[in-house]
Structure formats: C-alpha cells, structure tokens
Nanobody, 121 residues
C-alpha cells in the first residue's frame, strides 16, 4: 500500500521560505514521477512542480507562478521528494499535496493528506 506523508508546512511572512517534505513508502519510487500540487481555499487543485523520471534521468517541471522561486528535489535513498519554497507570497497560501502518478495498464495517482502553507503579508 503506497503511503505519502507530507510535512514542513506552516505560517510564514511574505518573502520568507519553507521546505516541504514528502516521505513515500509501499513500493519502489526511483522510476516514477514525484511532485507537488496545491489547493487554495475555494479553488481547484493546481500543479506546482514535478520531478519526472525517464531512462535518460530526471527532469523537473514547474508552474510558471513558482518558477525561479521554488525548487523540487528528490532523494531516492530515502524515498522522499522535497519542495524548497523561497520568496513566498500570500498567493502561495494553500494546502500542498504530494503526488506520485504511476503509469501502467491502470494508471494510479497517489496523494498525500496535504500540509498547510500560510503566507501572511
């Protein structure tokens, strides 16, 4: 059973930084994508960042709104993915969810329970 557990959220002032962590368990994660989405109050869940696996290695994608401020990384030895968030803005306030989309005959999207990030001005 795949489990994703996020941590590292909290309350921070605008311009500050936070580092989110997602600990994964239940299968091998070295050959799958791992990433982050967020959902602000009253809005739909949106893509933030993803570290994508291929036979050539890993590549990272970012939403335009966080590019140059957020950095995604992964530690395969720890089955973990991280999101370093700098220059935080009130618009970044949301619940942040870890996502592991697993391709296959029956694709499955695994989600964590989320961690709240609140940025005050």
């Amino acid at each position: 059973q795949v489990q994703l557990v996020e941590s590292g959220g909290g309350l921070v002032q605008a311009g500050g930084s936070l580092r989110l962590s997602c600990a994964a368990s239940g299968r091998t994660f070295t050959n799958v994508d791992m990433g982050w989405y967020r959902q602000a109050p009253g809005k739909e869940r949106k893509f933030v960042a993803m570290t994508r696996w291929s036979w050539r290695g890993y590549n990272s994608d970012y939403a335009d709104s966080v590019k140059d401020r957020f950095t995604i990384s992964r530690d395969n030895a720890r089955n973990a993915v991280y999101l370093e968030m700098n220059s935080l803005e009130p618009e970044d306030t949301a619940i942040y969810y870890c996502d592991v989309p697993v391709a296959g005959a029956v694709p499955v999207d695994y989600w964590g329970q989320g961690t709240q990030v609140t940025v005050c001005s």
